[in-house]
């Protein structure tokens, strides 16, 4: 079962903007991941926080993570062409190895 | 870094059809691989979950006659779609974390880059 909510369901921005993108969950978790998906493609992971962090970075990438609201969000900074792509919230809800339950994605498109 | 391998990238077959999928880890070792299925423009749904060498878990709703798990090796997991018909065309991806990094709940899932099968 589906247990993340992306918001929104599609971005359409310019280069060079930022984009944030936020993600709703309906458990308590171990950790939240965040995934890119090119069209077609495998999912590449980017990120991953733990219940007990409220922020991360990873190069233009930045995430955070209200346990409390049950809400992370992703903030991509200074956006290119290449990020056009869906991106998608995981949680984790167990400490073993457990398969991820994934949200329903933002489409993020970057326009040149 | 961890790597997933997953073959056919895409099969275009006829109904009746039966269609093996293939996983690997390609340098680490996976007890547990994932399988999952994705439908146009939506999100990546559990199938089952891929044991080696016993049973795989399969998700409510998933027939577990039509939709074979062999997970023979700590590095091979298979899914193979019997008697596949028009409505199991869908893109097909499988996951797996590499337990030899630490703690599980601190590791990512590693992909494959899916499978997209067309039954016609």
């Known amino acids: 079962s589906q247990q993340g909510e992306e918001d929104p369901q599609a971005l359409s921005i310019q280069e060079g903007e930022n984009a944030t993108m936020n993600c709703s969950y309906k458990?308590?978790?171990?950790?939240l991941q965040w995934y890119r998906q090119n069209s077609g493609r495998g999912l590449v992971h980017l990120i991953l926080?733990?219940?007990?962090?409220r922020e991360k970075h990873s190069g233009r990438l930045r995430v955070t993570l209200d346990t409390s609201k049950k809400s992370s969000s992703l903030l991509i900074t200074a956006s290119r062409a290449a990020d056009t792509a869906s991106y998608f919230c995981a949680t984790d809800e167990h400490s073993g190895n457990t398969p991820l339950v994934f949200g329903k994605g933002t489409r993020l498109s970057v326009i040149a | 870094g961890a790597v997933v391998s997953q073959h056919p990238s895409w099969v275009i077959c006829k109904s009746g059809t039966s269609v093996k999928i293939e996983c690997r880890s390609l340098?680490?070792?996976?007890?547990?691989m994932f399988w999952y299925r994705q439908f146009p423009k939506q999100s990546l749904m559990l199938m089952a979950t891929?044991?080696?060498?016993?049973?795989?878990?399969?998700e409510q709703g998933v027939e577990k006659d039509k939709f074979l798990i062999n997970h023979a090796s700590l590095t091979l997991s298979t899914l193979t779609v019997t008697s596949a018909h028009p409505e199991d065309s869908s893109f097909y991806i499988c996951?797996?974390?590499?337990?030899?990094?630490?703690?599980?709940?601190?590791?990512?899932?590693?992909f494959g880059d899916g499978t997209r099968l067309s039954i016609l």
């Open positions: 996951s797996a974390r590499d337990g030899g990094r630490g703690l599980y709940s601190n590791q990512p899932q590693h």
């Open positions: 926080i733990r219940s007990n962090e």
């Open positions: 340098d680490f070792q996976a007890t547990t």
């Open positions: 458990t308590s978790i171990n950790n």
């Open positions: 891929s044991n080696e060498g016993s049973k795989a878990t399969y």
